[in-house]
């Protein structure tokens, strides 16, 4: 059966440094993945990945997709703690969509 | 513990049918959320129900939709006269307690809706 499995589940840093959040998968016919930040009722869209070692940056954020090893992770960079949320990853294949667990990250001051 | 639960996963109708998409929560879980993921777009807020009471249901279309959680059994979401544009997968999620971080979110599946 199709998973999508992130790592770590919770994590705790300070501001200032960069996490590596994790996201591999199994699933039969991929066609995309996907990094959401939620923190209130509605996951906000981090990025697409579609092809493999390009990797896609938006500000503090940057994310790559590794298709060999059928994962991604997400960077942040110098985190703040609005960064704190959970990063949730999801999986797009030809008829299916699945979510991973997410990863509680809490930046503390 | 079974996770949120939703079915059908996959579900046809002709338009102007009626769609019913169930979403059982996380045992413990008493806040739904649903939202509409539409081909090669992000999640769409719909609407957060806790039992018996919808908190917001600003991601709603006016016509048509509705939700639900009653008191007992599943929260469901409506789609009445559905038209080819419904077509989309549905996702549900729940969470233990209000919203914020303190609180996980536990995706569901997904109910794939396709109008024909």
């Known amino acids: 059966e199709d998973k999508v499995v992130q790592s770590p589940l919770s994590l705790v840093v300070h501001e200032g440094d960069t996490v590596t959040l994790n996201c591999s998968y199994e699933?039969?016919?991929?066609?995309?993945l996907l990094w959401y930040k939620q923190e209130k009722k509605a996951p906000t869209f981090l990025f697409m990945l579609t092809s493999s070692g390009i990797e896609k940056k938006s500000g503090r954020l940057s994310s790559i997709l590794d298709k060999k090893e059928l994962s991604s992770i997400l960077n942040i960079t110098a985190t703040q703690t609005g960064d704190s949320a959970i990063y949730l990853c999801?999986?797009?294949?030809?008829?299916?969509?699945?979510f991973g667990a997410g990863t509680r990250l809490t930046v503390k001051p | 513990n079974a996770g949120v639960m939703q079915n059908p996963r996959h579900l046809v109708r002709r338009r102007g049918q009626e769609a019913r998409l169930r979403c059982s929560p996380m045992k413990g879980h008493s806040h739904v959320y649903w939202y509409r993921q539409l081909p090669e777009e992000g999640l769409k807020f719909m609407v957060y129900l806790q039992k018996e009471n919808i908190i917001d249901e600003s991601g709603m279309p006016k016509e048509r939709f509705s939700a639900e959680f009653p008191k007992e059994g599943p929260s469901i979401l409506r789609i009445q006269q559905v038209v080819r544009g419904d077509s989309a997968a549905y996702f549900c999620?729940?969470?233990?307690?209000?919203?914020?971080?303190?609180?996980?979110?536990?995706f569901g599946s997904g109910t794939r809706l396709t109008v024909v």
């Open positions: 999620a729940s969470s233990p307690g209000l919203q914020g971080l303190n609180y996980g979110y536990t």
């Open positions: 699933v039969t016919n991929f066609r995309s």
């Open positions: 999801a999986v797009i294949s030809r008829n299916d969509m699945r």
